[in-house]
Structure formats: structure tokens, C-alpha cells
């Protein structure tokens, strides 16, 4: 059979059934503890979210106690399968380099494929909440999300030659994801009034199994392995000690300006990533409470607006890396990113939540620049070491984001739901302020394509 080096399909039908399960995993979680609390269902006759908007009724003290124990529940599921994550992804992603993109990529699909099984099981009979936590960690030893990010990204590197086009084509990758999500969003609501919760993770469970079907047979690998190194025997400490020496090896043996510079874009990407994904995780419970309280159909809506920002965000890297240096791509897309947010934070209103949108239009576009421009500045064969960093970052950045944003909304529900979200829009300072002293020095967009050559050039000129 005659093999492919596309990888874009792997990304869409991984990412439509992961972003899938998220609001059916939230939704699900916020009715078993409602029923739970209440000794009640939640879902009427007529299909629709009960949500209690009298102050003075009993069931609206019950629906903040239910919004409360869903954050910490979400929260506390979230961390259980973080550090297995972050080690798994280290292993896989950075091991890529020298023995192949694919497993990074089949791993993460085989796990989401047996643990969205798990899911359905537990849904179907109604199981405890609390074998959640087993699976998480089941799904976690697979590698991930982040694994398959890391995994896609170094693929994606690999194929690009030009500079510019390693720009557009990460971009493009992380248009697929906005799209998909969206899409998954829109439509998890319409799955989950004509299939329920147990048949749609089914339907999730079968796309990840036509996942690992694409990649074993049809999926072509970026990096070649030596006939003579597949059949090697090696031992586990052998092994080991070669999968972490990429990531070692990226930092001991760069200059001190390359070092600094790969580290400073870490902390960037971290600290951004930080403030999107804690503020973004909470809009599912801030559109189910009061005054919204959207339906399962709204939240679908809500996550399907996320499609338009995803394409105008990769609008906006296509045109703008055109005429304007990486970094300044960057500070637009967190100013957009502010400005969505602040309005989040007081939007009473259905009409007020989907047009939050508007002003956060760029807000994506930092995170694809920013991962093209820490892969601009390492050789092709440290790909798979810079992405494994930065999948441990989202991993661990992604945990302490939400166990952060979950607990502050619990504390803060009562008094003001978008206390969050501002929190979220002013850490926007800190990623900031490190680009604003990078453009304070003497760092400069040239400088990254030039660092790994001047290594190259420095390693070359010892030999000889």
C-alpha cells in the first residue's frame, strides 16, 4: 500500500472526537451531580437545562452548590492525569526524532480510542464518578493530547523548508484545530439529545479507531530509521537515557544566546497558554449558570463561535507575517485576546456572550507564531526536542491553569462569575512585558534563523 506524508486528516479526526468529549464529559459530570445534590434530573420533559434565575428559590442555592462541585470535580480530574501526560509526551515526542513521528501520533489515538469506551460503559450504567479519575490516568499513560500536539507539530516542521512557510503551515495546523473544535462543539449538543451521552463517546471511540487505521497503513514518516537501528537491541536504561537526551542535549549544547532565547519563548508561549486555557475552560459553566443558562444546543453555539476566530486568527497570521516580524503577530493577538475577555467578564446576555467574540478575533495567532518561532531557531533534528517541550508545557501549564481558574470560580461564583475572566486578561502583563524587553535588546526576527546555523558553523570550525 502506497504511504502518505499527510498528516493533516490524523488532525482532524483526532481533534473533532477530542474536542467532542469535552463539553460531553462537563455536561455529563454537571447532571450526575445535580442529581446527586437535588435528588432530582436535571433535564425536564421538553429536553431543555433547568436553571433557577430567583435568588430567593431553594434551587438556585442548589444550582451554585452544583456549579461549585462540577468546577473542583472538572478540576481535580484534569490534574490526575497531568504528570503521566507531561512524561509520556517528554518520552514520545522527543524519542521522535530518532525513531519516527508516528508513534506519537498512533499512541495518543489507541488511548482516546479504549478510554472513550471506558466512558460510554460508565455513562450507559451510570456508573460512579469516581472511576473517572481511573481512566484519566489510563488515557494519560497513552500520551495524550499533548503527545499527538508534539507529535503533529515536529511532523508539520519537518516537511517545511522555508522559513516563512514553517510560519503558514503551523498556522494552518492550528486553524484545523479551531475549526474542528468548533464543529464539535456545534454539534455534541445535537449528539447528545439524539444519542445520549453513552453513543456519543461511542461515535468518539470509532473516529480514533479510523485514526490509528490512517497512521499504521497509510501515514508515511517524516524521519527515517536506519534498517540496521530498528533491528538493534537496546536496553531500557539505554533507551531511556537516548529518549532524554534530546531535550538535554537541546540546552547543554546550545549558545548562550540560543539557550536564552528558546527560554524566554517557553516562558512566553507558558504564560499565555496559561491565561487562554484558564479562561476559555470556564465558559461552559458560566453560560450553564444564571442569567444565561444556555442549553446543551446554546453551549454547542457558543463553542461552534470559536470557529470564526480560529479562521480569522489564521487570516490574520497569512496577511500580517507578510509585512509584519513574528513577534509583532504576537502582541496583536494577546491585545485581542484582553479584549474578548474584559467584555466575557460582563456579558449578562446571550447576545452580549457570542459577540465577546468580536473583539478576541486574533486571539489564537500568538500560539501558532510562537511555536514557529522556537522552531526557527533548532536545527530539523532538535524538532522533536523543542516540541516535546513545549507539548510538557501545554500539559502542565493546561493542569495548573485549571485547578487555578476552576478554584477561583468556585470561590468567586457567588459574588461575581467573571472575576476570572478579568484575572485571566490582566496575567495577559506578564507575557507582554517579556516581549517588550525582547524588543528592548538586541533581539531581532534575523537572529533566529541565524543561531542554529552559527552553532553549526561553531561545531564544524572545532572539528576541523
Known amino acids: 500500500m502506497r504511504k502518505v506524508l ?37 433535564i425536564e420533559n421538553n429536553n431543555t437545562s433547568y436553571c433557577e434565575l430567583n435568588k430567593s428559590n431553594p434551587t438556585y ?45 498512533v499512541l495518543p489515538s489507541l488511548g482516546a480510542f479504549i478510554t472513550n469506551g471506558f466512558f460510554s460503559v460508565l455513562s450507559y450504567f451510570s456508573l460512579s464518578l469516581s472511576i473517572l479519575f481511573a481512566v484519566a490516568v489510563f488515557g494519560s499513560l497513552f500520551g495524550s493530547m499533548a503527545t499527538f500536539l508534539g ?18 503551515r503551523i498556522a494552518v495546523v492550528d486553524l484545523i484545530f479551531g475549526l474542528v473544535a468548533g464543529l464539535a462543539g456545534l454539534t455534541s449538543g445535537y449528539f447528545i439529545k439524539g444519542l445520549g451521552f453513552p453513543w456519543t463517546f461511542v461515535v468518539a471511540s470509532l473516529l480514533h479507531f479510523i485514526n490509528i487505521f490512517y497512521i499504521i497503513f497509510w501515514l508515511e514518516d517524516t524521519v527515517r530509521v536506519p534498517e540496521c537501528q530498528q533491528h538493534a537491541s537496546v536496553s531500557c536504561r539505554e533507551g531511556l537515557k537516548q529518549t532524554f537526551s534530546g531535550v538535554y542535549m ?114 489564537f495567532m500568538p500560539t501558532p507564531v510562537l511555536r514557529s518561532m522556537l522552531s526557527k531557531v533548532v536545527l530539523a533534528s532538535e524538532h522533536g526536542a523543542v516540541f516535546a517541550c513545549i507539548a510538557c508545557l501545554e500539559v502542565m501549564t493546561s493542569a495548573i491553569s485549571l485547578a487555578v481558574f476552576n478554584s477561583l470560580y468556585a470561590a468567586t461564583v457567588t459574588w461575581f462569575p467573571g472575576f476570572s475572566f478579568l484575572l485571566s ?7 507582554l512585558s517579556v516581549l517588550c524587553w525582547l524588543l528592548c535588546t538586541s533581539w531581532h526576527e534575523e537572529d ?17
Open 425 to 431: 486578561a490582566g496575567i495577559c502583563i506578564i507575557p
Open 61 to 105: 442555592i442548589i444550582q451554585k452548590e452544583v456549579q461549585e462541585k462540577t468546577s473542583l470535580f472538572l478540576m481535580q480530574l484534569d490534574l490526575t492525569g497531568a504528570i503521566p501526560s507531561i512524561l509520556v509526551a517528554l518520552v514520545l515526542v522527543a524519542d521522535g526524532d530518532r525513531h519516527g513521528r508516528k508513534k506519537s501520533l
Open 250 to 363: 537541546l540546552f547543554k549544547t546550545s549558545t548562550c544566546k540560543k539557550r536564552t532565547l528558546i527560554i524566554l519563548l517557553l516562558f512566553t508561549f507558558m504564560m499565555y497558554f496559561f491565561t487562554m486555557m484558564g479562561g476559555s475552560s470556564l465558559f461552559t459553566l458560566y453560560e450553564l449558570d444564571e442569567p444565561l443558562c444556555w442549553n446543551e444546543v446554546y453551549i454547542g453555539y457558543g463553542a461552534a463561535a470559536a470557529t470564526s476566530v480560529s479562521l480569522t486568527s489564521f487570516i490574520g497570521v497569512f496577511l500580517l507575517s507578510h509585512c509584519l516580524k513574528d513577534i509583532y503577530i504576537v502582541f496583536i493577538g494577546i491585545f485581542s485576546y484582553i479584549g474578548g475577555m474584559i467584555m466575557a467578564a460582563f456579558a449578562k446576555t446571550t447576545l452580549l456572550m457570542f459577540l465577546m467574540r468580536v473583539p478576541s478575533l486574533l486571539c
Open 6 to 42: 499527510l498528516v493533516e486528516p490524523v488532525i482532524v479526526i483526532y481533534s473533532f472526537a477530542y474536542f467532542l468529549t469535552i463539553p460531553l464529559i462537563q455536561q455529563y459530570v454537571y447532571w450526575r451531580l445535580w442529581e446527586e445534590t437535588s435528588n432530582s434530573s436535571l
Open 151 to 168: 507529535g503533529g507539530f515536529a511532523f508539520v516542521a519537518d516537511l517545511c523548508n522555508e522559513e516563512k512557510q514553517k510560519t503558514i
Open 448 to 464: 533566529l534563523a541565524l543561531l542554529a546555523y552559527e552553532e553549526v558553523s561553531s561545531e564544524e570550525s572545532i572539528e576541523s
